[in-house]
């Protein structure tokens, strides 16, 4: 592979409008995701990673033609939406090219009738919304990145949003897409209602990360926005309560947008004064009143049957009003911290267990200072797990040495407890060495996916499997 990135001037004649940029600010900003050790070995090593070059499409024509050439000179290529993938799906070198897809930022159609939208994948999830909501509808897709990402950036990553209890994840969400395939093929899936014609082909493209090709465009179910919201929050005598009471709720059939169980250590970060120690409970309720009603009843019921204690709609109004503020990891890092957050997912009968054993096991790791957990997704069958990490960091070698302990320690728990080691940042180089644990035999299937659609391994190499020995 060579060191830099030849051909350009080809490139440029065959798409006339793409711009391509070989100097300046750009190849730093896009050369990494947010992945916080990218971070620690960009300031152990004093050296930021930088593409050779950023081609930045505004249409699907000139995104093939840059794959067609990338695919003609065999230059690796790195889709990149906005950049806040936390599990490095973008990691440049200087022969490499990134595709910064923020230029194909349109709303190309909202059917109002049908509820489905179309939008070119670089637009930014905010701005998204901000269209729809304008027309009086929502995607109900609101992950806490919802302004630092891309459409397509969630699709790729195969996204989980602060709603999903009531609204789904991505993948219930996208209807239809467009997408270029290594050497500039444009691939179409027609949005349907429901369709039997074999296996859904985009849920092969969905969680890609940039490895099979890119997506252009995208079409989302939408909802009209609700009549009606209420929150309630509750403090829990402990943390299994407050999981009881949550499955309790799902298998009662109600889907609250908002469904959050922090334990002890986070509910006294998040609602000081509220929480006393204990373990908090939030739910936000929306959709015709009548409904809200009866949802908020029932919920409060479950979770006083369950010792909990009503703490009244205010910490709920707080965490919508400042549930999107998270400090940097740069600004932790110049604190002398080590912090990540790893989001997992399993079965109801072994969630409380699982929170117990990492925490004991993570707590033990030498520097730890916490490692805390919420639930924030549910299903009438389970739940993912945040778990969230701070360490201090005598030097950034050692940083690095707790960084992988806490990550080794978190994924081995959750393979033994049989729950899946991603319920929604994707796998990227954190979680790629597990994948195998997890997928068994189907690795081998993407492995040979990935081989037929890609051959020469020019997309995203590195992110998702392991490269090839
Ligand atoms: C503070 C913070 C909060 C977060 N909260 C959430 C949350 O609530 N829920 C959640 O799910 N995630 C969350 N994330 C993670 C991140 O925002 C998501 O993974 C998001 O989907 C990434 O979108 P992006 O456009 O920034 O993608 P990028 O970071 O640019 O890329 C992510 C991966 O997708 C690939 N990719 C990007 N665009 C395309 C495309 N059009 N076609 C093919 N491949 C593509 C890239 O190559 C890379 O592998 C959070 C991150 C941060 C920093």
Known sequence: MTEHVEGLGKLAADAPG???????????ETGRDTWMRSLMQARASGRE??????????????????????????????PYGYGSGVCGGVLASAGSVVIDLRRMDAVLNIDDVSLRATVQAGMRGSDFEAALNERGLTMGHCPQSIEISSVGGWCATRASGQFSTLYGNIE?????CEFVLPGGTVLRLASSTRSATGPDLKHMLMGSEGTLGVFSELTFRVHPLPDCKRGQ??????????????????????RPAVTRLYDAAEAGRHFAGMAEGAPALLFLSEGPESLVQAESAAIAAIVEAQGGTPRGEE???????????VPTFDSLLDQ?????????????DRLSALYDDVSKKGGEIEDMLLMSGHVSHCYTHGANIYFT????????????????????????AVHEAGGTIAHHHGIGRVRRGWLKAELGEGVELLRALKDSLDPAGIMNPGVLLEPAE
């Open 49 to 78: 990673p930088r593409a050779g070059a950023v081609l930045r499409p505004s249409n699907t024509a000139e995104l093939s033609a840059a794959l067609r050439w990338a695919g003609e000179t065999g230059t690796p290529v790195l």
């Open 172 to 176: 219930d969400m996208l209807l239809g």
């Open 233 to 254: 929050a509750f403090t829990v005598p402990d943390f299994a309560a407050g999981v009881e009471s949550l499955r309790l709720i799902m298998r009662g059939g109600w």
């Open 336 to 348: 002398g911290l080590v912090v990540d957050t790893i989001e997992v997912a399993i079965a109801w």
């Open 315 to 325: 910490p709920v109004l707080s965490w919508m009003e400042h549930r999107n503020q």
């Open 18 to 28: 793409l711009e391509i940029v070989t100097e300046g600010e750009l190849l730093q």
């Open 389 to 412: 990490f701070v360490a201090s960091q005598p030097d950034l070698e050692r940083g690095l040495e707790i960084y992988d302990r806490a990550w080794e320690t978190t994924m081995r």
